[in-house]
């Protein structure tokens, strides 16, 4: 695999992300109207505030996953650089992995602008480093499975309504993993010991999305 193939693509993509500002503005806007939304609804100091917060900031990230995917791959689309990218001497490998880690930086990127408005909302440490470090682990294996579909979807005529009913079944284990694991963290005496299942599994899942990913990229960009 040729790392040199793999910047390229991020570096193409981050250019593309500064020019528009399409996916990180989208996302972000959708995650301060949920936010404050939700933290008017109820009381942020209540205890049933408290029970549902960890819930609510994975279906947040969940949400914007799939916004960030659509939105990615359907600019991909509109500027025909798929297409380009396509019939150039880049491996599908690296392809896959150039769009992995540009899509998940940019992810990333907005939950840690998000991070802090959680923890002021509804008043739970989100910004521990443990949270933090699960919350990676999380949105990893759902990009990387959001590359996969979003590349398979986006040729379609309905790849809006597609891409998030093909990633709803695919992705549900890994973000109920991570959340079970992130609520386990998060109580004022971390219970590593519930916690640690959970986190195997995000592991064991992050893993077999890339395997799958390398193998088999290839076919879906070409059909």
């Known amino acids: 695999m040729n790392f040199k193939q793999i910047q390229a693509i991020i570096w193409k993509d981050w250019l593309l992300e500064r020019t528009t500002k399409q996916s990180i503005s989208s996302m972000l806007i959708f995650g301060l ?28 990230v969940w949400l914007m996953g799939t916004l960030g995917v659509n ?23 690296a392809l896959y992995f150039g ?16 991070l802090p ?3 002021i909302f509804f008043n739970r440490p989100f910004l521990r480093p443990a949270v933090i470090g699960i919350l990676l682990l999380g949105t990893l294996g759902y990009v ?26 695919l992705t549900l284990p890994i973000v109920l993993a991570a959340a079970v694991a992130s609520a386990e963290i998060i109580q004022p005496v971390p219970n590593w010991e ?22 088999f990229y290839n076919y879906v960009v070409e059909e």
Do not use: C
């Open 144 to 169: 990387s499975a959001g590359v996969f579909v979003g590349s398979m979807a986006v040729q379609t005529r309905a790849s809006y309504l597609l891409i998030p009913i093909l990633m709803l079944p």
């Open 33 to 60: 109207i949920v936010i404050v939304t939700f933290s008017f609804a109820q009381d942020p100091f209540s205890n049933k505030a408290n029970e549902v917060s960890m819930g609510l900031m994975w279906t947040t």
């Open 99 to 114: 769009k992995l880690i540009s899509l998940f930086l940019t992810l990333a990127a907005t939950e840690l602008l998000l």
């Open 194 to 215: 519930a916690a640690a299942p959970r986190l195997l599994y995000v592991l064991i899942y992050d893993l077999l999305m890339f395997i799958i990913g390398y193998l």
């Open 71 to 93: 939105r990615t791959f359907s600019a991909e689309i509109e500027s025909r650089a798929l297409d380009a990218i396509l019939i150039s001497p880049i491996s599908r490998p």
């Open 117 to 119: 408005l959680f923890t």
